[in-house]
């Protein structure tokens, strides 16, 4: 779980007490003994859905904030993977539940997903690639080792499908050239020794609230 860099490490540790609360979180605990109720999954995921769309603007503006070719390939290729990839997951699994493609659009959006999502819009909108960027790490990286992790763990089949999209090749390589993006952007932009530069704790500070807002998020999920 090491190979997502350097930043991410930095930031992670800074937040732990925050990241231990959403990658364990008792949604997760049941996805991986089996134990969630499917009505609670299957709600969790059309807000996902959901969040999903407002991911992908995310990702899109960071093709608007990005300042090198490099970083608008990499940020292309993430909208790309949400929409065309991690968003197949969930019309597929609803299919199979007998929810349609277009209820699944027109899913009404809760509170915390809004919240969420809107923030690290706005995290985009008013800074620069790397206040969006901070905003956008806890998302992508925590489902990285929450995936790798369940997989290991797993003590029952019935979230197998979730858990392999996140603990399989294609999203574990988005995790990593992720990872580079970050290191790259912040040397870029503040110097090779980030971590000492007086933006460095408002980065800090904008992955913490994303990573509060992803526990926000499970929890939600667990009140249908
Ligand atoms: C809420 C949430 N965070 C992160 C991911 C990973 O893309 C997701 N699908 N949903």
């Known amino acids: 779980m090491s190979n997502y860099g350097k930043a991410f490490a930095l930031m992670r540790d800074a937040a732990a007490g925050p990241w231990r609360d959403y990658t364990r979180h008792a949604f997760v605990e049941g996805m991986k003994d089996g134990t969630l109720p499917r009505e609670a999954f299957l709600h969790y995921l059309r807000q996902d859905y959901v969040f999903l769309i407002h991911f992908s603007r995310a990702w899109a503006l960071a093709v608007v904030k990005s300042e090198t070719h490099e970083e608008m390939l990499a940020a292309s290729r ?9 968003m197949k997951l969930h019309i597929g699994i609803c299919e199979a539940e007998g929810i349609s493609q277009a209820e699944l659009f027109a899913t009404p959006e809760r509170h915390e997903n809004l919240a969420y999502t809107r923030f690290v819009l706005e ?7 790397l206040d969006l960027l901070a905003a956008l790490v806890p998302c992508v990286m925590g489902y990285g080792e929450i995936g790798t992790r369940l997989s290991a763990e797993a003590t029952s089949e019935a979230y197998r499908g979730w858990i392999d999209t996140y603990a399989g090749e294609d999203y574990q390589g988005a995790c990593v050239a992720f990872g580079e993006l970050l290191d790259q952007a912040l040397t870029r932009r503040i110097g090779a020794d980030f971590q000492g530069s007086p933006r460095w704790d408002r980065l800090c500070q904008t992955f913490r609230k994303a990573t509060e807002l992803e526990v926000d998020f499970w929890q939600m999920g667990l009140t249908p």
């Open 78 to 86: 993430t909208v790309n993977g949400l929409i065309s990839e991690e």
């Open 123 to 129: 995290a985009g909108y008013s800074g620069d690639l």
